[in-house]
């Protein structure tokens, strides 16, 4: 890497050029960034969908085979048992059900009756057992049976529920005055001379980190960009009052979304990865029916702890291998590890490691489990991606299908115009992310 003085009678670059995204030119730029990002993962799969709406939906079914929790009940000990339920699982139970307790007695719903949203069940052993019922039992409503020349049984409809996300804009800019204007780069790619702006590189680096950042820890706002009144307004407005002053929107990230909507486990004893922690997770994927094939998403103090457990038993399986996701090889090594049916793979996500990014946080200090081919299944046949990025496709003439670059000024190489004597350039994306199913995503605390 060479800094070169004055004229250069090179090509020049954006920093938003798709060469520089290749692992011999980013090395010769600054090996710090080195890195692959998930906003890398996601784009290079083609894990991405443009949408013209600043807020976007998505719909997932309602569970079919559901569960019931007893708040109380009435003859435990009999043959005939009249419990009632909770209120969140109340309203789907019908006459005729087949209930499967805790010690594998079999019931069969004969009545239900319901008050201010609360069902009473009447339920009857159908061997002719003495029915043991706690008071706060979970059981299954597993199966039906219906009488000869049964008639037709009540009618029980299944929603869907809708969850919501919304992009938001990510801008940066360089402004760089004719004093400044000599600080360049050279590189050589493919044999080509090529020079960039060190500062529109940095500042390529930094709005990555910046949407990379956002996608894991980000929260959705309250404010929208359609609200009448937003909580949310950027207070840096124009000089002459034609911009700026608009509602701000945020996305929101992995992490909020398991908050809402996925698992989450706590160590018992953080620091130390054990059998038992392995044996919790298992358990709770097999729960949330949950690909089998797992991408684990840590940093590199959260790997220590598995990779502490599983040198202790000696010959664990544990093997590096390249990650493939969606018939693409990634730039990313990965460990696999085969347990209980499910294979791990465990690979580092640089900006867990960062110093500053995340570290004020706790989830650097967690595991992110989630399906290593990212698919999920759709009603009607086939899948669709788990996890992508939704996105405005650029509007400007220069950029790429993602972020629009807006060149201003006297000494801009690219678009030179106006009286000022510098070079400006804006990179503006308007993006967020958008979680299938996050219902199987799990997210484990070690540390």
Not at 194 to 212: A, C, G, Q, R, T
Request: some cysteine; aromatic content about 8%.
């Amino acid at each position: 890497m060479a800094a070169s003085l004055g004229t250069i009678n090179k090509s020049y670059v954006s920093a938003l050029d798709s060469m520089l995204d290749t692992r011999e030119i980013n090395k010769l730029i600054t090996d710090v960034q080195n890195e692959v990002e998930l906003s890398d993962i996601l784009i290079n799969t083609n894990k991405k969908m443009p949408t013209k709406q600043p807020v976007y939906y998505t719909f997932y079914d309602d569970q079919l085979i559901k569960s019931i929790t007893v708040t109380a009940n009435t003859g435990t000990g009999t043959t005939v048992v009249t419990p009632a339920l909770s209120a969140g699982k109340s309203g789907y139970t019908r006459v005729n059900d087949m209930v499967l307790f805790t010690n594998n007695v079999v019931v069969i719903v004969t009545a239900v009756s319901s008050s201010s949203g609360i069902d009473t069940l009447t339920i009857e052993a159908v061997a002719g057992a003495n029915i043991t019922l706690g008071a706060t039992d979970t059981l299954s409503l597993f199966s039906r049976a219906v009488g000869e020349n049964s008639y037709t049984p009540s009618n029980i409809r299944f929603g869907v529920t809708k969850q919501t996300n919304k992009y938001q804009i990510f801008r940066e800019t360089s402004r760089i005055t004719d004093v400044q204007n000599a600080s360049t780069v050279e590189v050589e790619f493919q044999g080509q001379p090529k020079w960039l702006f060190k500062d529109h590189w940095e500042k390529k680096v930094l709005m990555k980190s910046y949407i990379n950042a956002a996608f894991w820890a980000s929260d959705m706002s309250v404010t929208s960009f359609s609200d009448a009144n937003p909580i949310l307004v950027d207070p840096v407005t124009a000089a002459d009052g034609l911009s700026g002053g608009g509602a701000q929107q945020t996305t929101r990230g992995i992490n909020k979304y398991v908050d809402l909507y996925g698992a989450s486990i706590v160590n018992g004893t953080l620091g130390t990865f054990q059998k038992a922690n392995l044996d919790d997770l298992v358990a709770t994927l097999i729960a949330i029916r949950a690909p089998k094939k797992q991408l684990a998403c840590c940093g590199t103090v959260a790997k220590t702890t598995i990779d502490t457990y599983f040198k202790a038993l000696g010959s664990s399986g544990v093997n590096s291998v390249r990650l493939m996701i969606a018939g693409k090889e990634i730039d990313m090594e990965v460990d696999k590890v085969t347990y209980g049916g499910f294979e791990f793979n465990y690979g580092l996500v640089p900006m867990f490691d960062h110093p500053v990014t995340l570290a004020s946080g706790t989830i650097a200090k967690n595991i992110y489990y989630m399906g290593l081919d990212s698919k999920v299944k759709v009603e009607g046949g086939g899948s669709d991606d788990q996890i992508r990025v939704r996105y405005v496709p650029r509007q400007t003439p220069y950029g790429d299908d993602m972020t629009n670059e807006i060149h201003y000024g006297a000494l801009n190489v690219v678009n030179p115009n106006g009286q000022g004597m510098y070079n400006g350039t804006d990179w503006v994306a308007a993006c967020g992310l958008e979680v299938l199913a996050p219902q199987q995503i799990v997210k484990q605390r070690v540390i």
